[in-house]
């Protein structure tokens, strides 16, 4: 006795310890941060699936990293899980249009006196008996196929669910690899200016040596290589940043090395696939998103007529089966066996609620309200869809007469900047007009590598837009 006093004092003063353990406690107060007690150190896991690991030396395509995206970006497999939980739900809602049958084994003892006048005699009985039970609906007036019919809707709308992610990692990693491919392009652009200006640097040193050229002409040469270099920084800067980002949608560690192409490799557009009245009605068809909201009002019409159901009465039948085979012994006598015996039962039941307090009203209710909600977000999310077509198209259209205007500005500075250095080295042009025109022409490259990556990125934010992105995977 003293040592169970002993054991129930320690038990509560740990208990008592556990509950006043100051990682189980708030914060002291909202001025101050939460410091974290010793021995709460959480770890984040390991990755659940191994990372990609690029190949170094060789030089990736859109296409191919879109395909690495799908395989590694844990989005894909969250949106997949999700649709095979659903799915799981299919199958647990269909199963209830089948019977439950259930094997049990129940082996029972009880001592209980007996009255025998004038005595009481002890009697002990054992039983064993393995049974069979059935419980099977009838007919509950479409109840369970009600059910099973939502079941499907969600599942469908986890599977447009699961399609629309993919559509949005694989925009994600087109809008990346545009932006390093632009990024590449500004710094190759930098590169060729910064030799321009430098060019023009040792030829107004030169000028000065033989005395055709004075010392400001020289100073604006050497500020006007300042800036190129200037630039060329601030262009691989953007390159690395833009590097992570890229590889952060690819699902792997930005610090991982790998190749893509270069944007003078890639073919640019002359025009637009379609007109703005066919993307809108591609996008209209096929979008996942759109679709998904579709499968929910689906799902909120079956809700209404699963909750009708509840007004009907359910038909049931449930019984079981087996053997039994029971042991007994009285005082003062031997114990005997029971022959085995055959043990059945068989029950038809008709339910039928006549008043719950109006919670299938309510229910009802809330369906219509879920119904009508659903709808009025088809309504809107249509509407959204075709305005994002329409200004993805204005805006592709609008990349698209902007590059061509950069590639005739391009052509149009190169010239001038050859001119004009061709004829300062005559004597001819003055310093200012090669600087001038050195500038221009960096201005020039600039506009035309971003007016290929704009109008790359709108076209594909156009394909994003009507859902084409789920069967090219470049545009």
């Known amino acids: 006795m003293k040592r169970l006093y002993v054991h129930l004092i320690a038990t509560s003063i740990l208990l008592i310890a556990v509950t006043s353990s100051p990682s189980q406690s708030v914060p002291v107060s909202p001025e101050r941060a939460w410091e974290r007690p010793p021995g709460t150190q959480l770890v984040v896991p390991t990755r659940s699936t191994p990372a990609f690991a690029p190949d170094q030396s060789k030089i990736y395509t859109l296409s191919e990293l879109v395909n690495l995206a799908e395989q590694n970006n844990p989005e894909t497999r969250v949106a997949w899980e999700n649709a095979r939980a659903r799915a799981a739900e299919l199958g647990i809602s269909e199963a209830t249009l089948y ?21 009481f005699y002890r009697q002990t009985v054992e039983t064993f008996s393995p049974t069979f039970s059935l419980d099977y609906t009838i007919f509950d007036f479409g109840k369970r196929l009600q059910d099973v019919a939502i079941s499907r809707s969600d599942l469908l709308a986890a599977n447009f669910l699961f399609n629309d992610t993919h559509r949005k990692i694989i925009f994600l990693v087109m809008q990346a690899y545009y932006r390093l491919l632009n990024s590449k392009g ?29 010392l400001p002409d020289v100073l604006e040469a050497r500020s006007a290589a300042a800036q190129a270099d200037y630039d060329l920084q601030a262009a691989i800067g953007a390159t690395e940043i833009a590097h992570g980002d890229l590889a952060t949608a690819l699902g792997i560690s930005p610090t991982i090395q790998f190749q893509v192409e270069s944007i003078q490799d890639l073919t640019i557009p002359e025009e637009l696939p379609n007109t703005v009245e066919q993307s809108i009605d591609r996008a209209l068809a096929q979008r996942p998103d759109l679709m998904q909201r579709v499968a929910q009002l689906r799902a909120a019409r079956s809700e209404i007529k699963a909750a009708r159901t509840d007004y009907l009465p359910t038909l049931s039948v449930n ?33 039928w609620t006549l008043f719950d307090g109006f919670a299938r009203e309510n229910r009802i209710a809330k369906a219509k ?20 077509v329409w200004s993805a198209y204005s805006t592709a259209r609008t990349a698209l007469r902007q590059q061509k205007a950069a590639a005739a500005l391009l052509a149009a500075a190169s010239e001038s900047y050859n001119a004009a250095l061709q004829s300062y080295n005559y004597g001819v042009r003055s310093q200012i007009d090669v600087v001038s025109a050195q500038r221009a022409l960096a201005v020039a490259r600039t506009a035309d590598v971003s007016a290929r990556t704009q109008l790359l990125t709108g076209i594909a934010a156009l394909a994003f837009q009507t859902g084409d992105l789920l069967h090219a995977k470049r545009p």
């Open 99 to 119: 019977p439950t049958l259930a094997a049990a084994a129940v082996a029972q003892t009880s001592r209980y006196d007996v009255l025998f006048s004038p005595l």
């Open 186 to 214: 500004q710094e190759s652009a930098e590169e060729a200016n910064l030799k321009n200006a430098q060019t023009v640097q040792e030829s107004a040193e030169a000028r000065l040596q033989e005395g055709l050229s004075t």
């Open 319 to 351: 019984g079981s089966a087996g053997l039994a085979r029971s042991y007994g012994e009285q005082d003062q006598s031997h114990g005997v066996y029971a022959p085995t015996q055959e043990t059945w039962s068989a029950k038809l039941s008709l339910n």
């Open 369 to 388: 309200a879920d119904q009508k909600q659903a709808a009025a977000e088809v309504d809107a999310a249509r509407d959204q869809v075709e305005n994002d």
